[in-house]
Every structure is written in structure tokens, then in C-alpha cells.
């Protein structure tokens, strides 16, 4: 016997739209019809023990203790600083609410693969200042520049020259 896949809302040759292949390819989640009902808390300690990432909401993340279940909180660097590195937004495992309308999520990944698919907070910092600070002395320095090209008398009138004390560049 044969199964033949139809697109639901198409005629039978057009084939399915990105946003039914999208659908398609989205994890099911937990169980919650007639075929068998499983709680919040048994499914994500399924995932959890199975050592996959658990995307919960602001009210499930407090109910869920990651050093129990061996999970860390995913960080991605926000450079434009409008949220935090932990906020993460799409459907929560526990509740199904999209996490965007509940006060943004918290993806919490296992503690083996962490170090590849997150980054530390304080590096993140670390890194974020290093920019700003270049970004501030390259200003200054532009403004000074723009000074001197509108004022060059503002500082002074002699010129400056650079003694070359590397010879070798300029054999004869």
C-alpha cells in the first residue's frame, strides 16, 4: 500500500508552499490530544535527558533547574544592546505560548556541546568594550583632524618633520 502526500490547501501537481515545508519541519512538542496526554515537566525532562536544548518561557524557565538536568543558558552577544545575550524568542516547550508574547524565553542548551553553540558573557563584554572604546578614539581622532583642516594656525604654524633613521629602505 502506497501513501500519497496531497499539499492541504492546493490543487494536486503545485506542490506545498515555504510556509507548509516550514510547518512541516517544526518538532511536534509534547503530547496534549486524545492520543495520549504527557505533562510539561515529564516532556522536558525527556528532552532534557535526551540532551537537547529546552527553549522555555519566563514563567516555565523558573520552574526548571538547569544544573539538575545539566543545562547552562545559551548567551549570544546583542551588540545593539536592546536585550540581554540569554533572550531568546519562539515557541516554549512546557506551555506552547510563543515566548515573544510571555516576556521573551531562555534557550537552555546541555553543558557538553555549550562552548560550541554559546559564548561566555564576561568575553562578550570584554569584547563589546574594546569596540566602543576603539570606536570613541577613532571619533576623537577625526575630530581633531577636522580641527586642523579647518584651523590649521589652532596649533601653530611650524612644520613637523619625521627623522628616518632606517637606511636600508633608501639604498642608493
Partial sequence: MSIVVVPKYH???EGFSRAEQMKAM???GRRTKAKG??????????VADSKQGVLLCDFCSAKFNPR???H?????????????GFTVNGTC?????NTALCGGGTFFVPEEIWHQVSMDPTEARRRA?????FEANRQKRKRVLEDYRDNPNKFGSKKVTIPVTDKRRFAK
Avoid at 37 to 46: G, K, L, M, N, R
Avoid at 72 to 84: H, I, M, N, Y
Avoid at 129 to 133: E, K
Fill in 37 to 46: 496526554y504527557q505533562s510539561p515537566a515529564s516532556y522536558i525532562c525527556d
Fill in 72 to 84: 547552562r543558558k545559551r548567551f549570544t552577544a546583542d551588540l545593539t544592546g536592546k536585550s540581554s
Fill in 11 to 13: 490543487r494536486l501537481g
Fill in 26 to 28: 517544526e518538532a511536534p
Fill in 129 to 133: 568594550r574594546a569596540v566602543w572604546q
Fill in 93 to 97: 516547550d512546557a506551555c506552547k505560548q
Fill in 68 to 70: 539538575r538536568n545539566r
